[in-house]
């Protein structure tokens, strides 16, 4: 027996050290690979990125393909940037797409304003973007939040709207679940999450991105995807006044998720929050903004036990109650990012919708 419980004891400690190994190991490649890919960046950023001072701020965006085709302006997600979509964007040049990606307030490269803003002045802002380079009319599509600022750019400026594609954002009022006889346990659980929460400030700039690769999704990924998300992770990481390393530094008290007060604020109270551009995403309700829809709109709703957030239903209605015009994909056993986890299915879907409606060849 006591030979069994040292054979145990042994193999737990070997075990322990080949994950040890493993990881240290792993962070040498990264490493490595964090600081190879950074001239291919910013020789790719030089070529593609662009900024514009809007009436609110300098906003940076990325554009590819050619400006007389048609245009697609993307939005991208919390915390996320325009890079989010490297992994597919040669195949959506190849449909014959003008391509823009915006970064938002805090995200990417485009900075915080001292003005109080909400996500329609992100909307103004794209507006101000498609008046200068003469665009009428664009496919307005978007990522979790940038799905949300996607509907509130239509309820503001529909007559500049093609068509809508909504990926997991957007469709449906963020807080539609939310039931008063929850409150008071809501509550007491994001003061308990604020409590536990750690300050995310490194010494380093790849510090900063190993946290993001085993805590964010990255680790497991290769190729393409991988360096899509070390691009990503690139515009995300910026160094502060005191020389440490944060990610999407100020855009956690942006959007109202900086601490318990805020958050709960901008759900439960939202003309209280402090700041209007957290506020205004969950005050946004899609069944208003929605009622007389006439263009048409792409919903990438994934489902599993993972989701974050349970659409279907919701947006089963929607699709419902305003058929043609709506075409509902849903992706089953896939998490908040669609296209992350489905690229090709995606470029497929979106080429199809785009073409059964005629906006593209």
Excluded: C
């Amino acid at each position: 027996m006591k030979k069994n419980i040292f054979l145990l004891l042994s193999f737990i400690v070997y075990l322990s050290a080949k994950a040890q190994t493993d990881s240290s190991v792993d962070s040498i490649a990264q490493r490595n690979l964090f600081q190879s890919l950074k001239p291919k960046f910013e020789t790719y950023e030089k070529q593609y990125g662009n900024y514009i001072q809007t009436n609110n701020v300098k906003m940076h965006y990325l554009e590819w393909g050619n400006k007389n085709d048609p245009t697609l302006v993307w939005i991208p997600g919390t915390y996320s940037n325009g890079y989010e979509l490297y992994e597919i964007i040669d195949q959506l040049v190849k449909m014959n797409l003008h391509v823009i990606a915006i970064d938002y307030y805090g995200h990417g490269f485009t900075p915080i304003s001292q003005k109080d803003l909400s996500i329609y002045h992100v909307a103004d802002d794209i507006k101000f973007l498609l008046d200068k380079m003469k665009i009428k009319k664009a496919i307005i599509g978007g990522w979790s939040r940038g799905g949300t600022i996607s509907s509130a750019f239509y309820d503001a400026y529909p007559e500049m709207v093609q068509a809508l594609i909504l990926e997991d954002g957007g469709s449906v009022a963020w807080d539609f679940q939310a039931k008063a006889s929850n409150i008071v346990k809501d509550i007491e659980e994001t003061k308990q999450y604020y409590v536990n929460k750690k300050t995310m400030v490194f010494d380093h700039e790849f510090d900063a991105y190993w946290f993001m690769y085993n805590a964010w999704g990255i680790k497991g990924k290769k190729d393409k995807k991988l360096e899509k998300e070390i691009f990503t992770s690139y515009a995300r990481i910026k160094k502060n006044t005191n020389g440490k390393y944060e990610i999407n530094p100020g855009a956690e008290e942006l959007t109202g998720e900086n601490s318990a007060e805020e958050n709960i604020a901008i759900i439960y109270t939202p003309f209280t929050s402090k700041t209007a551009f957290g506020a205004s995403t969950h005050q946004l309700n899609s069944k208003i903004i929605y009622r007389n829809l006439n263009k048409p709109l792409l919903i990438f709703d994934p489902v599993s036990k993972n989701d974050w957030f349970d659409f279907k239903e919701e947006n089963d209605k929607l699709t419902e109650e305003h058929q043609p015009f709506i075409v509902h994909k849903v992706y089953e056993k896939t998490w908040h990012g669609v296209k992350d986890e489905h690229p090709d299915e995606v470029v497929n879907d979106i080429k199809a919708f785009l073409l059964n409606n005629k906006l593209i060849k």
